[in-house]
């Protein structure tokens, strides 16, 4: 069964190797099972400012230490044989924070996207972003652009940066999208709701992962995440690594979903 694993992941991304990669001995020393894997995962990237306040740093280090972070779990999940991974960079309310901080992220993310995008495409990443474009700094917003043309094709993992992004602001989105389009009310279904969200061809993710421990949503992906499972460490960001993801993985698999249903 587990050759018959391997074949499945390589004949889709390199055609003709049946090694496994580090990442999935690991995770099959974890006894994660390759098969079972989460499609899409979900990343709440919290705990920097903690982390470097800790430390005695500005809370912007914390950030750049965050940036590091999700470079090389992007590289894992897709190593690993995630479909989708969507990423928490800046809510619709972090612009109540101070101006410095707001300019300094918004810098920072600029800067991964243009640093990042020629190793991401070599890996066959496919860039997307959620969010409000219209409020996003304008040399962001074409870095952003730039690189979601540029990977619009590639096959490998697809990596959703959400910024700018609310979950309630999405909704809203989508309900004037439909009343745009003047569909009738007796014509609205979840399905179609679904379909005018910002990445309507992206499946909802099956597992969220909260980093350094608060125990809710802030209003990441709050349609899409009605059903998926969740798991909080309370790791920051900053510290979180390629065991801490397989860890949630393992977690995930261990899970009934039920669905509303009964499940024996
Ligand atoms: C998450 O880290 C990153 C963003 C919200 C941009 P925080 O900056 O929220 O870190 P804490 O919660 O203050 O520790
Ligand atoms: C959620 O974290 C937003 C991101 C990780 C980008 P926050 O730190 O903003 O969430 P709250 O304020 O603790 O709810
Ligand atoms: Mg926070």
Known sequence: MRQGITDNHHSESTGNTTALNSVQ????????????????????????????????FARLLGHREGYK?????????????????????FSAENWRRPEDEVAGLMKLIETAARDELR?????????CVAGRKEQIPLGL??????GIETTKDNTGI????????????EIVDAVK???????PAEQITEDLISQHLYNPNHPEPDLMIRTAGEMRWSNFL???SAYCELF??????????????????????QRTRKFGAVVE
């Open 25 to 56: 001995k690991a995770a099959i020393e974890l006894g994660i099972n390759l098969e079972a894997l989460p499609s899409h995962i979900a990343i709440i990237m919290d705990g920097n400012g903690r982390w470097a306040k800790k430390r005695g």
């Open 69 to 89: 972070t999700l470079r090389s779990i992007l590289l894992a999940a897709s190593e690993l044989g995630v479909k989708y991974l969507t990423v928490y960079a």
């Open 119 to 127: 190793a991401m495409h070599q890996n066959n990443v496919r860039v």
């Open 141 to 146: 917003r074409k870095a952003l652009e730039h």
């Open 158 to 169: 697809t990596f959703t940066l959400a910024v700018n992004y609310g979950g309630r602001a």
């Open 177 to 183: 999208s439909l009343i745009t389009e003047n569909v």
């Open 222 to 224: 709050i349609w899409q």
């Open 232 to 253: 909080v460490t309370e790791v920051p960001w900053p510290e979180f690594s390629s065991k801490q993801l397989l860890e949630a993985v393992s977690t995930f698999q």
